[in-house]
Nanobody
Framework: QVQLVESGGGLVQAGGSLRLSCAAS????????MAWFRQAPGKEREFVAA??????????YYVESMKGRFAISRDNAKNTVYLQMNSLKPDDTAVYLC???????????????????????WGQGTQVTVSS
C-alpha cells in the first residue's frame, strides 16, 4: 500500500509561482512512476506531468500546453515528487492530485504515463487557486 500526501497549494496571483510536493510511503519509491493530475470544478481530471521510475530512466512527460511553465522532479532520498508551476494563469485553478504507479517495470509505452488508469494510488489533492 502506498500513501500519498500533497502539500504546497494555495492562493496566488496570475503570473506567480507555486511548488507542490507529494510525499510517498514505500521502500522502493525510486522505482515508482509518479504523476500529477488536476481537476477543476465541472471538468474531467486532466493529466499535467509524470516522471518515470528508475527502471524506466526517469523520463519526464508533460502536456504540451504546460511544457515550459511546469516542471516535475523527484527526490528519491526524501520519497517526494515536486511540481514547480510558474507563470500561473486563472485557468490553472484546480485541485492538483498526486498519483503513483508502484509497478513501473521499465516496459511501458510512453502513452501510458498520460493515462489516469495507469496509477493505482492517489492522494487527496491540494487546491491551487490563481486570481486574475
Amino acid at each position: 500500500q502506498v500513501q500519498l500526501v500533497e502539500s504546497g497549494g494555495g492562493l496566488v496571483q496570475a503570473g506567480g509561482s507555486l511548488r507542490l510536493s507529494c510525499a510517498a510511503s514505500g521502500r522502493t519509491f525510486s522505482t515508482y512512476a509518479m504523476a500529477w493530475f488536476r481537476q477543476a470544478p465541472g471538468k474531467e481530471r486532466e493529466f499535467v506531468a509524470a516522471i518515470a521510475g528508475s527502471r524506466s530512466g526517469g523520463t519526464r512527460y508533460y502536456v504540451e500546453s504546460m511544457k515550459g511553465r511546469f516542471a516535475i522532479s523527484r527526490d528519491n532520498a526524501k520519497n517526494t515528487v515536486y511540481l514547480q508551476m510558474n507563470s500561473l494563469k486563472p485557468d490553472d485553478t484546480a485541485v492538483y492530485l498526486c498519483a503513483a504507479d508502484a509497478a513501473d517495470g521499465g516496459s511501458s509505452s510512453s502513452n501510458s504515463y498520460f493515462r489516469s488508469q495507469r496509477y493505482g494510488y492517489w492522494g487527496q489533492g491540494t487546491q491551487v487557486t490563481v486570481s486574475s
